[in-house]
Each structure stands twice: as C-alpha cells, then as structure tokens.
C-alpha cells in the first residue's frame, strides 16, 4: 500500500500530484448538488455513453445522467495510474469515486480508460452495449477536449492549437505566483500558421463525434429515438479574438456544423437527434490553458457570485431537455443553450467594466481570487472542504473493475 501525505506542489495551473480522498470528496459534493430526478425512469434505465466522463462537464454529465435521468451504461475517459513515485491523475481517482457512486445507487456503469479516438475503443464499447446493455445505446454525449489526436485512417497525430486567426491577439491573463499572489499580465499570441486551424479541427470537431456515430450505427447499436449532444462554447466578446474567432471557435464551428448533418441523418434513420448543448464557463484543466480565460472566468464570478451555474446543474438541465423531461429549447442555429447566465447583456457588460480597470493591484477587488484559485486546486483534489489534508492517504487506488 503506497500511503502519503500529500501536498500540493504545482507550476502555475498545472499540479504533479492529485489527491484522491479530495477527488472522492468532490465527487460526492457533485452528486449531492445534482438535482433529483423528476421521475423515476422505467425498468433498468436507459443506455447512455459518456465520452470524456472523468472531468469537467463529461464528469457532470456522468452524475447528472446516473442521478438526475436513470442512465446506466459506459464512460470513457483517458487517465495515468499510480505509479510508486506518483499519484494517479485525478480523473483517475474521479472515476473510481463515480463508479463507487454508480454502484450504491445500483446502476451498471462501466468506465474504460483508453484514447477515445480510437478505432480499438470504438469496437470496446460497442462490444459492451451488445454483450451488456441489451444492443441499444439511448444516448451519447461527447465531452472530449483534448491537444492531440492519432486519426485512426491516416496514422497521422494532429495537435490543437489556442491561436487567434489572422492576427495576433494581445490579452490581459491571470496568474498567481508561487506564494499564491496574483498578477495580471499582458500576453501576446501570435495568429495561426501553416495548417494549425485544420489540426484544431482535426481534434477538436466534430470528425471523432461523427466516427463514434458512424461505427455504432454500423453495428446497427443505435436505439429507435437515440439522441446525442456534444459539448462546445460560445463565451464573451472579451475572450471572443482567443476563443470563438481563434482556432478553437473554428473547430467548435466545425462540431456545430456536424451536429446539423448528424442531426439529418438520424433523424431519417432512427428516429433521432443531434445537437450541440452551449454551455457557460467553468474552471476546467482545458479552460485554464486558454489565455485570458482565468482572468475572464474569474471576474464573472466576481460578478454573478453564486449565480454562476456550476457544470453538475447545467449537466442536469442538459439531461431534461434530451429526456423530454423539459422541452427541448434549440437556439436560432440548432443549438441547447445552457450559457444564457453569461452572456445576458448586464452580465456582460460589468464583466468588461471589471476587465478594463483590472490591474495587479485592483483584480482582488473585482474578481473572486478565492473561489478561482480554490477551483483550480480542486481540479486535483485540494482544497475540498472537509478533507483532511494533515492525514495519510493511499494513492494506489484501482480503476473499477467491471465484472457482470
Ligand atoms: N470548461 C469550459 O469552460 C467549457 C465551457 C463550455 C463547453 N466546454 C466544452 O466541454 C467539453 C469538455 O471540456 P472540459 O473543459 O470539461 O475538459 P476537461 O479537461 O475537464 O475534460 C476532458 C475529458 O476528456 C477526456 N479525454 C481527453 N483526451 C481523451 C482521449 N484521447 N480519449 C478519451 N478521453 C479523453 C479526459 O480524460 C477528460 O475526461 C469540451 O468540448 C469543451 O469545449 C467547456
């Protein structure tokens, strides 16, 4: 048994360990802050598929499903185990906190670690479907956010890029220095060159969504009705030259594009639906590594406080639209709206007053440090309340095993 004391010990956003009782804690605090389900759902529940279920709004979309829709099925996820020098990721110790949730509650939830891209992970979940879940799959949501991609024709690796197009982009961003305070900064990115927007696409559209539909069809896994959501954002007008107009707005047009012809197709095949569900900033691994979005994600809440809905609430909101539970609200272009909390005009608008008089020496008073910092710390595990960080842990937890 490897057993520790950990603390953390990190080069800005990013931590080399991950606490797995503070994983486990939060894994918890999620489920209990899932709204109960409106009804009960019939019999075993329906299937559903989570792709990238180990963090962020993947892992909101694996506890809202369990909870608040009935789902059972399969997340799929890309994780590091323990080693005897470190800790696993903490997605890895999510996980095994989701599944020990999944099982209490007495739904069959499988949870695979592997790279999602693949053609040989494809073939592990649809293996399962048949073999376990009846030869249907309900629903499948895809929350992968990646940098890199091995396209399963080509052999080729693309690498996404956080790049403006056409020109560079200057932004404000935040960091904290090794004794925590903060700094705001100015940083420049340069614009996309050569072939970096059709890289992002390559990893960050909708090609790897499309090959998950294509093969599951092809092995006629589909049931009568199955919807699917992918996740993507739209954000402000602040981080819009970074986000929406850079690289990764292209790919998230391209996954928005996709959903429009998914959405045809299965609509005349089985009955189905495709959308893409828009939803609002959230602290994430991903979202740190964009510039400018620490700074952004943490003034709004500087702004809304508790009003910024966190991913567990919007993740149950997702559920009801895609189960009937709630009508299904779809924006002008075909989109499920979950972000309307950011972007209303007086939102927006004392969010930019704070970005423009925020300097080192006055972002404490209009962003909320606290909770930023203490959400990045929690991506891996620390500071969740409650936890005591003084006491040994093991880190060498298991993945769930998933024997029928
Ligand atoms: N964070 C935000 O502010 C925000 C807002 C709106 C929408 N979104 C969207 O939500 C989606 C998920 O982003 P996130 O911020 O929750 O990310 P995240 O980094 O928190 O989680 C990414 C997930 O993808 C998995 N993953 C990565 N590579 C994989 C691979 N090769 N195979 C299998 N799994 C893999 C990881 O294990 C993890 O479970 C993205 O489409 C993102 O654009 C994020």
Redo the contacts with the bound molecule.
Sequence with gaps: MNERVLTPRNRGFLFLDSHPAGCERLVADMWEACPEPVREPAGDGPVALV?????????AATLAGLKRAGVRGIG????KAPTARRTATA?WYRTAATADIARAAGRDLVLLN????SDAMKDQVADLIEQRFGGRLDYLIY????PRRTDPDTGTVHASVLKPIGRANRTRTLVFDDDGAPEVREVETGPAEGNDVEQTVAVMGGADWERWIDHLAGRGLLADGFATA????IGSALTAAIYRQGTIGAAKAHLEATARSLDERLGRTVGGRAVTSV????V????TAIPGIALYTGLLRGVLGEGLVPPIRQLAALWDQLTGAAPLELDEEGRIRLDRFELTDDVQAAVADRWESATTATVAELADLDWFRGEVRRLYGFSVPGVDYTARVATDVPWPAHTA
């Design positions: 792709v990238g279920s180990s963090a962020g709004y993947g892992l799929v996820s890309f994780e997605g592997g790279d999602a891209f929350s992968v956010a990646a992918a996740l993507s954002y939803n609002g900033a959230a994430t691994q991903s979202s």
